[in-house]
């Protein structure tokens, strides 16, 4: 599902409960009872939708440019109505960095995120600007390490909540997004597609089995408090 299909779905659900307030338009197609049901029904839907977890979509991503030096490359993503929660970017920019290290299972031993000025008036984070700043202007830099047997963002530290969760979602998500343009069309020229997913397929089960944990563990505090 892409974000133009979640919110009308989402407008959808929650307009139910308020369209249904009057009898008036239904008192010749159903009962009062059957009416009554269909409320409770709707308003526990939509009650329902707005408890869901933190998820990710968005309409478009496409690859902006692919760069390579000896020691760094990136991937410059362009996203078109990325949503992370209930927060909605129409335009949002980032590049995908590693350092490439030979001899490994993967290309690189870390994946890094890096966020700079969308330049269109919205901020990339609700932190920003940060403190740091390179000849390009204000930069934000974010690393995951692969080898890692827990999923643990560096550079975070600074971050508010809510920009810690987007990094979450953005980590955990970079599989299907390097899957989604690798089946639309975009071409890599330094290195196959493969390569990146491989990275972003340990970044994501890293960060499965962190969630699995944490939810553990709040089992367990339940349990025993």
Known sequence: ??????????????????????????????????????????????????????????????????????????????????????????????????????????????????????????????AWPPETEDEHGSILLSTVKLNEKRFAIEGAEVLTAGDKLLLEQLYSNLLSIFTKLSYGGAELTHRDWEQWQQAAEQIHGAYIKSQQTSVLKRLINKITS
């Open 1 to 126: 599902m892409n974000t133009t299909d979640r919110l009308l779905v989402l407008s959808i659900i929650n307009v139910l409960p308020k369209l249904m307030l009057t009898n008036v338009a239904y008192k010749n197609i159903c009962s009062a009872a059957q009416l009554k049901q269909f409320k409770e029904m709707a308003i526990s839907l939509s009650e329902q939708v707005n408890q869901l977890p933190l998820w990710t979509t968005f309409d478009d991503v496409t690859l902006k440019e692919e760069y390579q030096a000896a020691d760094y490359e990136h991937l410059w993503l362009n996203f078109e109505n990325l949503m992370v929660g209930n927060q909605l970017y129409p335009q949002y920019q980032l590049k995908v960095a590693a350092t490439p290290v030979n001899e490994q299972k993967y290309f690189t031993d870390h994946i890094s995120l890096e966020f700079r000025d969308l330049g269109n008036g919205q901020l990339p984070l609700q």
